[in-house]
C-alpha cells in the first residue's frame, strides 16, 4: 500500500522513527486491536490507538455514559451523557482519525461470546474494572492465543502487564482465583484519581503499538506497579509461566471458561521482586 499525502503528514512523527519508519506505520495500518471497556482505562487506550492509525479498533462495552464516567473516561463528552460509551468513543475516534475502521459491540463479555469477539484481532487490551471480566478475558485469551494487554486501577496506584500465551505467564500465574464477593473495595467505594486512568490506560496503548511493530520489550513476564502519591514506578519480576497455573500450564485444570460473579474494580499486589 502506498501512503497519501495526508497520511504521510498524520503519521510524520512516527515515520520519521527509525524504529517505525513506513515499514511500521504499515504494521499499525494493518493492524486490528480490540479493546474490551470504554471506561477509565479504554479511554486513553482508543484515543492514542485511532490516533496512531491502528487499522481496525473494536470497542466491547454494554454501559451508558453517566455523569460520573467524565471525570476519567476522557473519550466522552458531556453531551454524550446517556449514549452508549462504544458510540460515543466511535463517534471521537473517528473524528481524531477518519482513516480507521470501529467496530462496537454493545454488550458484555461472557463465556459464550467472548471467544468470537476476539478471534478477528491481533492483540486485546483488558479495560474492565472487575475481576470477573478480568478473569474470563486471560483465560479467553489464553486458549485462543492472543495477545493480551491487562491493567487495573483504584485510588493512587495502577498495575499493568503484558500476556504473551504461550510464552510468558498469564493473569492467573499471578492471581490465581478471584477474591470473596466483597474483600476487595470498589472504585465506587475507594475512588479513582482521574489522571491515573491517562497513565495506564497509555502504557497499555504503547504495549499494543510496540506488539505490533515488534518495537522494544514488551512487559511478558513482568508486572509494573505506579504509585502517584509517591511518584515511584516499579518493575516486578513474574514466576515463569505456566507452574502451577490452571490454565496456561501445559496440563491445564481449566479447560472451558467460566463466568464469575463480582463486585466493580480491583487492584491487588502481586508476590514478586522489584
Known sequence: M?????????????????????KGQKKLLNAKVLIIGAGGLGAPAALYLAAAGVGTIGIVDADVVDLSNLQRQVIHT??????????????????????????????????KNILD???????????TDNFSAK????????????????????????QLTTILPGEG??????????????????????????????????????????????????LSGYLLTYDAIKMEFHKIKLPPRGKGCAVCSDEPTITELIDYEEPACELKQAKGKG
Do not use: W
Not at 502506498?2 to 513506513?22: C, D, P
Open 2 to 22: 502506498a501512503f497519501t499525502n495526508e497520511q504521510l503528514e498524520r503519521y510524520s512523527r512516527h515515520i520519521i522513527l527509525k524504529e517505525i519508519g513506513v
Open 117 to 127: 469477539l476476539i478471534k478477528e484481532y491481533d492483540f486485546v487490551i483488558d479495560g
Open 135 to 158: 478473569f474470563l478475558i486471560n483465560d479467553a485469551c489464553v486458549m485462543a492465543k492472543k495477545p493480551l494487554s491487562h491493567a487495573g486501577i483504584i485510588r493512587f496506584k495502577g
Open 169 to 218: 505467564p498469564c493473569y492467573r500465574c499471578i492471581f490465581k482465583d478471584p477474591p470473596p464477593k466483597d474483600a476487595v473495595p470498589t472504585c465506587k467505594q475507594a475512588g479513582v484519581i482521574g489522571a491515573m486512568g491517562g497513565v495506564i490506560g497509555s502504557l497499555q496503548a504503547m504495549e499494543a503499538v510496540k506488539y505490533i511493530t515488534g518495537v522494544g520489550e514488551l
Open 78 to 111: 458531556t453531551n454524550d451523557i446517556g449514549k452508549k460509551k462504544v458510540e460515543s468513543a466511535a463517534e471521537t475516534m473517528k473524528a481524531i482519525n477518519p482513516d480507521i475502521t470501529v467496530n462496537t459491540y454493545y454488550k458484555f463479555v461472557n463465556s
